[in-house]
């Protein structure tokens, strides 16, 4: 038997948006800091979810849009880490893959973000009728149902193409609303005018979150990953992951989550708390439940996912997960049968 000499170089890889790039040096910087020893390189790629920008994000859920072709590249060798925010991540992974590291979650809230100039501070100082830009049915549905008088509109792109599009001298939009994480890891937290936090806007699953994901086969790297993981953001956001993919739900199903792990004392077990939601696209209907209970094991925090998940579809949430998904593909059967993009 050979023992093999440990490598001595790894190549991250994200997208090459300005966000996944500050991400990827950032858990670079994190692990080179670890391990002096070993070169860490960084590779950054576009990639389907970043080409198909005037399509409703709604319509091409599901399927893996910004993970892919990183996944194809790494499992062809040319990379060996790829850093995702969380929640862009498919709950289920391609074979062969791995989410081996997961680092200290930002604040996982929304945020609001005014149109240069205007004085506005909150969604309900807004003017009745006042067009509110977000990429995500979550948002939408979950705040039509707490501020019916605002229009709604999907505004997509990465973050820097959405405050131009907001900032535009012909912008329809009197604010936009976004992940607090984003911003901050920009530098751009100054142009936030208030938190859209639970209970008013639950947040997506494992928003805030960066995670790493590898070969599965491939044990230095994982070894690199757990170096830098911190587990309580694990847990939580695997937690989070078992309750969506029961859910059966891509990042564009309707699932807001707010989730807590504590400890009450040293030596004492973890309680985790997950309030779930899961709303109609209106936001007419909406089931929400909390389930709190103390947990030893990761495992145990992504069984509590999968109850919560089970209570939220026995009471009420599988129809309005059915009414999505007819809705859904009654908007693509349309799409195709004219041949036409469907425009947000
Ligand atoms: N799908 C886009 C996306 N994926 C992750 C973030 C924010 C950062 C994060 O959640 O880690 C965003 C932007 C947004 O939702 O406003």
Redesign the pocket.
Same mark, same amino acid.
């Given at each position: 038997m050979t023992t093999e000499k440990p490598r001595r170089k790894f190549t991250l890889a994200s997208r090459a948006s300005q966000?996944a790039q500050v /991400?990827t040096n950032a858990v670079r910087d994190a692990l080179a800091a670890l391990h002096p020893d070993i070169e860490f390189a960084t590779s950054f790629m576009t990639t389907g +979810?970043d080409h198909n920008q005037s399509q409703a =994000?709604y319509l091409l859920g599901g399927k893996a849009l910004?993970t892919k072709e990183l996944e194809v590249a790494m499992l062809e060798g040319k990379v060996d880490m790829l850093v995702h *925010?969380? $929640?862009?991540v498919p709950t289920t992974l391609p074979d062969g893959c791995e989410i081996a590291g997961v680092l200290e979650r930002?604040d996982?809230v929304?945020c609001l973000v005014v149109r240069k100039g205007a004085s506005w501070k909150t969604l309900k100082e807004l003017p009745d009728g006042s067009v509110v830009g977000t &990429? &995500?049915v979550r948002r939408v549905a979950q705040l039509k149902r707490k501020f019916p008088k605002l229009v709604f509109k999907d505004a997509r792109g990465? =973050?820097n193409t !959405?405050l131009a599009k907001l900032d535009a001298p012909d912008s329809p939009y009197a604010a936009i609303? =976004? @992940? $607090? @994480? +984003?911003?901050v !890891?920009l530098g751009w937290g100054d142009r936030i005018t208030c938190d859209l936090g639970p209970p008013t806007l639950l947040y @997506?699953v &494992? /928003? +805030?979150? =960066?995670a790493i994901e590898i070969r599965a086969d491939d044990d230095e790297a994982r070894a690199m990953c757990r170096s830098i993981t911190h587990w309580p953001t694990e847990w939580t956001c695997r937690a989070e992951r078992a309750c969506l993919r029961v859910l059966e739900g891509g *990042?564009s199903v309707p699932v807001g989550v707010s989730t807590r792990l504590r400890q009450a004392a040293e030596g004492e077990p973890h309680v985790l708390k997950m309030i779930g939601a899961v709303t109609s696209l209106e936001g007419d209907k909406h089931v929400e439940h909390t389930i709190e209970a103390q947990v030893h094991t990761v495992e145990e925090a992504e069984a509590i996912g999968v109850r919560l998940a089970q209570m939220l579809k026995e009471t009420g949430g599988k129809e309005i997960l059915e009414e999505i998904k007819a809705d859904r593909e009654q908007k693509i059967e349309r799409a195709q049968a004219n041949d036409e993009k469907v425009e947000a």
């Open positions: 966000l /991400q +979810g =994000l910004w *925010c969380f $929640k862009d930002e996982p929304d &990429s &995500s990465n =973050l !959405r609303v =976004l @992940a $607090k @994480a +984003g911003m !890891r @997506a &494992s /928003q +805030g979150a =960066l *990042c």
